[in-house]
T-cell receptor, first 113, second 113 residues
Framework: KAGVTQTPRYLIKTRGQQVTLSCSPI?????VSWYQQTPGQGLQFLFE???????NKGNFPGRFSGRQFSNSRSEMNVSTLELGDSALYLC????????????FGPGTRLTVT | DQQVKQNSPSLSVQEGRISILNCDYT??????FLWYKKYPAEGPTFLIS?????DKNEDGRFTVFLNKSAKHLSLHIVPSQPGDSAVYFC????????????FGKGTRLSVIA
């Protein structure tokens, strides 16, 4: 079974631009969660989608948004990028039975200049 | 307000010796705890978990201990191997509310040959 895939793996954007990241979960998994990892803050939960509905949301500004498609693939969008948005963005999928069954993708490294 | 704390950013251990990674939590609703290992350029991978009804869980060289009264858990790796060099994240969840995992900031373990 293929693992969680994320595209692109690396991205460089300019402050003020917007960006869209993509995540394909493990086949059969209906839950997709997104996390931001920075050196100073560790992994911080952004949001979770289950069957195309946002089920949980972390404490991030409205510039961060996401969606999930009927095939469970998910996208995350960040608008009006700031320098502080530079981070590794991780996607994790699960069958929906709980957050403790998550499998992570390799992440997208976003650099904002 | 950090609910999960890993107070040691880094740890160096000689090959063959024991590695002990510590984690403290503040939320008494947490009842399920996990350890993830992360190599550079890869997503975190699940290592071992423990439910609050247990005080110890063992899997090969890895053992997790939970002290509920102290709100403290630790991961023991015996014997440590160079391949164990990675960043280790402690995570906690309140399973009854299906709340997202809360991660610590991680501890970088270096196992020296």
């Amino acid at each position: 079974k293929a693992g969680v895939t994320q595209t692109p793996r690396y991205l460089i954007k300019t402050r003020g631009q917007q960006v869209t990241l993509s995540c394909s979960p493990i086949s059969g998994h209906r839950s997709v969660s997104w996390y931001q990892q920075t050196p100073g803050q560790g992994l911080q939960f952004l949001f979770e989608y289950f069957s195309e509905t946002q089920r949980n949301k972390g404490n991030f500004p409205g510039r961060f948004s996401g969606r999930q498609f009927s095939n469970s693939r998910s996208e995350m969008n960040v608008s009006t990028l700031e320098l502080g948005d530079s981070a590794l963005y991780l996607c994790a999928s699960s069958s929906g039975g709980g957050y403790y069954e998550q499998y992570f993708g390799p992440g997208t490294r976003l650099t904002v200049t | 307000d950090q609910q999960v704390k890993q107070n040691s950013p880094s740890l160096s251990v000689q090959e063959g010796r024991i590695s002990i990674l510590n984690c403290d939590y503040t939320n008494s609703m947490f009842d399920y705890f996990l350890w993830y290992k992360k190599y550079p350029a890869e997503g975190p991978t699940f290592l071992i978990s423990i439910s609050s009804i247990k005080d110890k869980n063992e899997d090969g060289r890895f053992t997790v201990f939970l002290n509920k009264s102290a709100k403290h858990l630790s991961l023991h790796i015996v014997p440590s191997q160079p391949g164990d060099s990675a960043v280790y994240f402690c995570a906690a969840s309140a399973t009854s509310g299906n709340t997202p995992l809360v991660f610590g900031k991680g501890t970088r373990l270096s196992v020296i040959a």
